[in-house]
């Protein structure tokens, strides 16, 4: 950046364009107008703004084809002109770390998957060979795609455990005890050449649903993830909420049962030793003998059979206990239930509604619902490639990278926030 007035000025005209360009990030699509309110810049500025914008591809204009309640209807005869980016400007990957699996996407700026790939990865046993396996997959859906590697503008990514959002780092977790500590952001980045976000796959979830399924439109959600392990990721008045070190949402391991059996946290009935799905293909298999997995639960569910969705409603009947605190100090509107366990379906949720039925106040019992999640397993990494295109990142806000030249913006600028 070049020094004396010639440089400031050109530092103040690339802050501008940034933050034009989260504004249209976060909205999807805006008026001129609307975009000089969300960002405080005179109607001129963003005019001027936009129209290089414009020019250089990185946005385009369309007509609106209704009127959103909050936008002022346009004069009669006039139909408003709305900016968007164009997806086709750049794409980002999203990257979902199970306990068991890992699983890589790719998409446009639309949010449209471009290519996705799966894998059973032994995530917990080692950290490094999980981020190298997904450094792998991540080439392989681009190569597939056919995106070059300079035409990816961020990767988002979700990791079951806690997220320090003022470093990128694991938390404390004995769940998670060869990440603890670790830079996971810097990790990936090296190994991707990309600037990345990390964040709890709950809370993804929760962003995935509340961007492309059951929670859109939703401002006060609990999205629930129940598979190996159990977790909730909020959503508080529309944002995104982490707690003060990334715990917010642990609740697998709050203590459901004081004389249950011993979690792999070291601590004494947890909820997930009563409702994680290894607890319940656990008392299957006393039924059935042999190994039972999650996959079979869920398929032992859906083919009618009565011991399996016993267990299930049990499960959502403890999930539901914790919850009705949850209930009565939140209030939410919406519980999404989501992860493998979620595909059982009714009497997951007929458990989980009728001991939000008994514990908590009828007040806030009555006020919300419980649905189950409408994109399966595929939530969390959907909310990672949210977490770039809307920028819903816990980290401070950066400058745009698309003051550059644009055969140059999608390197390793920092992303949009």
Same mark, same amino acid.
């Given at each position: ?14 802050? $501008? ?45 369309? !007509? ?130 990309? !600037? ?62 004081? $004389? ?67 209930? $009565?100090?939140? $209030? ?17 949720? !007929? ?5 939000? !039925? ?60």
């Amino acid at each position: 950046m070049g020094g004396g007035p010639g440089g400031a000025l050109r530092s103040l005209r690339e802050l $501008n364009r940034g933050l034009v360009v989260d504004a249209l990030r976060r909205r999807g699509a805006a008026s001129r107008a609307e975009l000089a309110r969300a960002t405080g810049l005179s109607r001129a500025t963003v005019s001027t703004l936009t129209s290089e914008l414009i020019k250089e591809g990185l946005v385009l204009e369309r !007509e609106a084809e209704s009127e959103p309640s909050d936008r002022a209807p346009a004069k009669a005869g006039r139909p408003p002109v709305l900016l968007a980016l164009d997806p086709r400007a750049g794409t980002v990957l999203g990257i979902d770390f199970g306990h068991s699996h890992v699983r890589v996407a790719v998409s446009d700026l639309s949010s449209r998957v471009l290519a996705e790939h799966h894998a059973v990865v032994d995530v917990d046993r080692s950290a490094a060979k999980a981020l190298d396996a997904a450094a792998e997959m991540a080439s392989a859906v681009l190569a597939e795609a056919g995106v070059p590697a300079d035409g990816v503008f961020g990767c988002g990514v979700g990791i079951p455990g806690p997220i320090d959002q003022r470093t990128g780092t694991v938390g404390s977790s004995p769940i998670l005890p060869g990440w603890t500590g670790l830079p996971a952001a810097a990790e990936l980045a090296d190994r991707l050449g990309l !600037e990345v976000d990390v964040d709890n796959d709950a809370t993804l979830g929760a962003l995935g649903e509340a961007t492309h399924g059951a929670a859109r439109g939703v401002q006060d959600v609990i999205y629930v993830k129940l598979a190996t392990g159990i977790g909730a990721g909020l959503l508080l008045g529309g944002r995104l909420h982490r707690g003060a070190s990334g715990i917010a949402g642990e609740i697998g391991h709050v203590l459901y049962d004081p $004389n249950g059996k011993l979690c792999r946290c070291g601590s004494r009935g947890c909820l997930e030793t009563a409702a994680g799905a290894p607890a319940i293909a656990a008392l299957l298999q006393e039924a059935y003998g042999g190994e039972l997995s999650t996959t079979d639960v869920v398929r032992l569910a859906d083919e009618g059979d009565v011991g399996a969705a016993r267990l299930v409603r049990d499960a959502g009947r403890a999930v539901g206990r914790v919850l009705a605190d949850m209930v $009565n100090v939140l $209030n939410p509107e919406l519980i999404v239930l989501g992860g493998e366990l979620a595909a059982v379906g009714a009497p997951l949720r !007929e458990g989980v509604t009728e001991s939000l !039925e008994r514990y908590a106040l009828p007040a806030a019992a009555t006020a919300v619902r419980v649905e189950l999640g409408v994109l399966g397993d595929r939530a969390e990494v959907l909310g990672a490639l949210s977490l770039v295109t809307h920028g819903h990142s816990g980290r401070a806000p950066a400058p745009s990278p698309l003051h550059a030249a644009p055969a140059q913006v999608f390197s390793t600028s920092p992303i949009i926030r």
